[in-house]
């Protein structure tokens, strides 16, 4: 089992940067592909960013290419989100989740942390 725990998140106006941490534990999730979902009220949750286990890529959604970047830290086995020029779109519950399969798809991991609030303001 693998236990996540997400911090970092917060208040922000627009044009602002937030950086969300993923802490995990239970077990090394070096060999687990890792992602960053969000949620907002009455939604489904929608894809943010991924990466694999070896940092060896990484991929985004259109709607935060270019703003966000993910990166891992295996030793300290710990997920980021780097958030910058935030908008009040991107305001939503962000989740990190972790599995054996890389995909863009919610259901498609295997653990799931309970979630950070990011609220962006204009």
């Known amino acids: 089992q693998v236990q996540l725990v997400e911090s970092g998140g917060g208040l922000v106006q627009a044009g602002g940067s937030l950086r969300l941490s993923c802490a995990a534990s239970?077990?090394?999730?070096?060999?687990?592909?890792m992602a960053w979902f969000r949620q907002a009220p009455g939604k489904e949750p929608e894809f943010a960013a991924a990466?694999?286990?070896?940092?060896?890529?990484?991929f985004y959604a259109d709607s935060v290419k270019g703003r966000f970047t993910i990166a891992r830290d295996n030793a300290k086995n710990t997920l980021y989100l780097q958030m910058n020029s935030l908008k009040p779109e991107d305001t939503a519950v962000y989740h990190c989740?972790?599995?054996?399969?890389?995909?863009?798809?919610?259901?498609?991991?295997?653990?799931w942390g309970q979630g950070t609030q990011v609220t962006v303001s204009s």
């Open positions: 989740a972790a599995g054996d399969r890389a995909s863009i798809f919610f259901n498609d991991y295997d653990y």
């Open positions: 239970g077990r090394t999730i070096s060999y687990l592909h």
């Open positions: 990466i694999s286990g070896s940092s060896a890529w990484t």
